[in-house]
């Protein structure tokens, strides 16, 4: 009976990596077939094939594809990061904006705004503010005696995240109504801003990468610390490593994009309820799957009410809840 | 005589305000099998911490096989000495098996995956424990004394030579606990050594041929069972009045009417 438990796993792991690719090719194929002006297949094909070199030529490769790869890779950002950071503090609750990460850069980047900078400075000062929310919440959260525990860690960053809310609050309410609208962005997630760059895609594949020898280390750490350190993991070290690399993740994906919410939370869990819990398959899944639902969301986004385009947040959330509520009382049932 | 696996020399431990050990010195050898008793709060936890490198103590030196434990790699102590620690939280989904299988995580390079024999090693440790038909259940479905068990089946897992347990028949019914028990002495006597936190005089009495008195005024007794276990030593312990009764064959604490 156990073999064939085990056959029965084998075989719907190496199922998953596949089924999830699919699902992101073909959200991708959506994200460029679907819009303003809807196109065929065969325009696609056209397109690849160089044969058609009008205006849905430039549709499809100057803005459709460059935005679907963007909210692939802000999509697994997020996701990742959450995963990580839900292990990190050992609390299911747990997502990427957790320790304030993004209230730090969406201070950084109103501030910024309201004193009239724009494109690549505002990115910059954007990224400085989540790296000196991640720097204060380290640095509170070991205290006197470089004490560290996930509780104290996580109250360090809810607290200073409730204190960039009040600061964001303030900015908005003294900022001139011109701004608002492009204030929004940071507090909702929109995608229709981004810039192309190759940098999220790298921090991307450099975090997975990274994360990928400490598959084991993470699923002990899961048993708690002292287990952890029993079988020979260095959980101080695994900490830092682990916070370093979320707060990262999460910094790019918010410069990306804004605070997109529900992703980083959800996708790591729906990957678990699938049944996968070892991080060395669920890390790259929760990547796949969550660029996926960041692609379909964003496509939904900018063509349910088009031409106007919706922050692409309110369409995570309306999508992943029921997706997520579903999966939470199948997996409840008794087998 | 073999070389002992673990010895410590003047050993002091201190926690804000409170002493719990003064210049402890003991040897643990092979095929060993070691009681801790105290009351609560005595620091007995503590003290298994720090003999597995997870809590610095405040002066004394810990060897392990032979070297200084400080100068040993976390995965290094985990190749020669395994903790089962007093709880052990399940915040996420994990089967059965899958917790098992963490004990072999030290024998396991970086890149390795675990194979069909480290699978079969796991069946064979869940077995032991009793909990055969349970590989594929969720730990969050398992009731306390069934975690206990399974903690324990990592432990075996692991394989250490020097095995540390922190109330290992906590939760435990009394056919499991003494299975748990003798399960830890006959580890004992395939060469294993395992010092273990009890709470039960007549557990210690019975099964260990160690036993380290931690009193709460931070000073320690260790000997053979038979040296260390009395009545009048063990009430102090306990700050409680408690007989021994004894029978032709064996002899037990009780605490007194």
Known sequence: MLTHHNMQKTLSIRLLLPVLLTLTLASIMLALLIGNIPLGPSTLLHVLDGSETGLARSLILELRLPRALNAFVTGGLLSVAGALMQVLVRNPLADPYVLGISGGAAVAALLAMLFGVSGYWLTGSAFAGALLAMALVFVLSRGGGGSWTPTRLLLTGVVLATGWGALISFILAVSPDTNLRGMLFWLMGDLSFTAHSLFPALVLAGGLLACWPLGRDLNILNRGEIQAGALGVDTPRLHTVLYLLASLLTATAVVQAGSIGFVGLVIPHLIRLLGITDHRILLPAAALAGGSLLILADTLARSLLAPQQLPVGIVTALLGIPLFLYLLQRGGRPQ | ?257
């Open chain 2, 1 to 257: 005589m073999s070389a002992p696996f673990l010895t410590t020399e003047k050993l002091h431990l201190r926690l804000p305000g409170r002493i719990l050990c003064q210049s402890l010195g003991f040897s643990l050898k092979a095929g060993e099998c070691w009681g801790i008793l105290g009351q609560n709060g005595a620091g007995k936890t503590t003290l298994l911490h720090t003999l597995a490198g997870l809590h610095p103590p405040q002066g004394g030196e810990i060897q392990l096989c032979g070297d200084p434990l400080q100068t040993l790699s976390r995965r290094e102590i985990a190749h020669r000495l395994g903790l089962m620690p007093q709880d052990t939280p399940d915040p996420f989904p994990a089967t059965v098996l899958e917790t098992a299988l963490i004990g072999r995580h030290p024998h396991l390079s970086r890149w390795q995956w675990e194979s069909r024999q480290d699978i079969a090693m796991a069946q064979t440790a869940l077995h032991q424990v009793g909990l055969s038909g349970f590989a594929r259940r969720q730990v969050n479905t398992l009731s306390g004394g069934e975690r206990r068990r399974l903690a324990l089946a990592t432990l075996l897992v692991q394989a250490p030579p020097v095995m540390l347990l922190d109330e290992p028949v906590n939760h435990l019914d009394l056919r499991h606990q003494h299975q748990v028990l003798s399960l830890l002495q006959q580890q004992s006597k395939k060469g294993h050594a395992v010092i273990m936190v009890l709470h039960d005089i007549n557990h210690a009495a019975r099964y260990c041929d160690h036993v380290l008195l931690m009193f709460n005024n931070g000073e320690t007794l260790h000997g053979t069972n038979r040296e260390v276990l009395e009545a009048k030593r063990l009430s102090r312990l306990y700050e409680y009045p408690i007989v021994m009764q004894h029978s032709a064959t064996e002899k037990w604490f009780m605490a007194r009417r």
